[in-house]
């Protein structure tokens, strides 16, 4: 079965700091990894996505991602955060199926405060 | 193109009815998933459909039911409504670029 583990559930940053968002995963197939931000009431915004291929991603918004196998991990950093990146971000896997890839598995999600 | 439509974007009821929300996907998309999102259980998979057939399905009780239209269009249906079915429901199509998700319909259960 696949999981997916956020580290903290809150982090708070400074306005032009780096902005670092741990994710980790498991699952037992090669996966899909996805990046999402979501500000409130509102629906999910894609940001990044791993298939295959390049293990560092690039964004939206200058986020970027790197995919880690030997780690099992997916963080997501920015080099400098702005007050607009205030929001929640979550991590998802699906599995590397095209019969699965309608099923995504969400972390708990992480709320990003930036300070000014 | 336009994104992923939901209606209606809010919704109240009373326990023990029954609730349909309606869910439009990207123009071309053949697959459409339901998610709830809760403050305690975060975001949870209920199932999709791929040309009008489910092809997958969470831990949901059978309360909670779906379809797809041949246009792909989708409708989620809950019947006997509980209070812990106040939730925001997304729906999200799919295409080999991801998932992309409409702004949800948050339904109060009273």
């Known amino acids: 079965a696949q999981s997916v583990t956020q580290l903290g559930s809150h982090v708070s940053v400074s306005e032009g700091a780096l902005v670092l968002l741990r994710c980790n995963y498991s699952?037992?197939?090669?996966?899909?990894l996805f990046w999402y931000v979501q500000y409130p009431n509102q629906g999910l915004q894609l940001l990044l996505k791993?298939?295959?291929?390049?293990?560092l991603v690039k964004g939206i918004n200058g986020f970027e991602a790197e995919f880690k196998k030997s780690e099992t991990s997916f963080h997501l950093t920015k080099p400098s955060a702005h007050m607009s990146d205030a929001a929640e971000y979550f991590c998802?896997?699906?599995?590397?199926?095209?019969?699965?890839?309608?099923?995504?598995?969400f972390g708990q999600g992480t709320t990003l405060q930036v300070k000014p | 193109k336009a994104g992923v439509t939901q209606t209606p974007r809010y919704l109240i009821k009373t326990r023990g009815q029954q609730v349909t929300l309606s869910c439009s996907p990207i123009?071309?998309?053949?697959?459409v998933s339901w998610y709830q999102q809760t403050p305690g259980q975060g975001l949870q998979f209920l199932f999709e459909?791929?040309?009008?057939?489910?092809?997958n399905k969470g831990n949901f009780p059978g309360r909670f039911s779906g379809r797809q239209f041949s246009n792909s269009r989708s409708e989620m249906n809950v019947s006997t409504l509980e209070l812990g079915d106040s939730a925001l429901y997304l729906c999200?199509?799919?295409?080999?670029?991801?998932?992309?998700f409409g702004p949800g319909t948050r339904l109060t259960v009273l």
């Open positions: 999200a199509s799919s295409s080999t670029g991801g998932q992309f």
């Open positions: 699952s037992s197939v090669p996966p899909y």
């Open positions: 791993y298939t295959t291929g390049a293990t």
């Open positions: 998802a896997v699906s599995e590397l199926n095209p019969g699965n890839t309608g099923k995504l598995i």
């Open positions: 123009s071309g998309h053949r697959s």
């Open positions: 459909y791929f040309s009008e057939t489910q092809r």
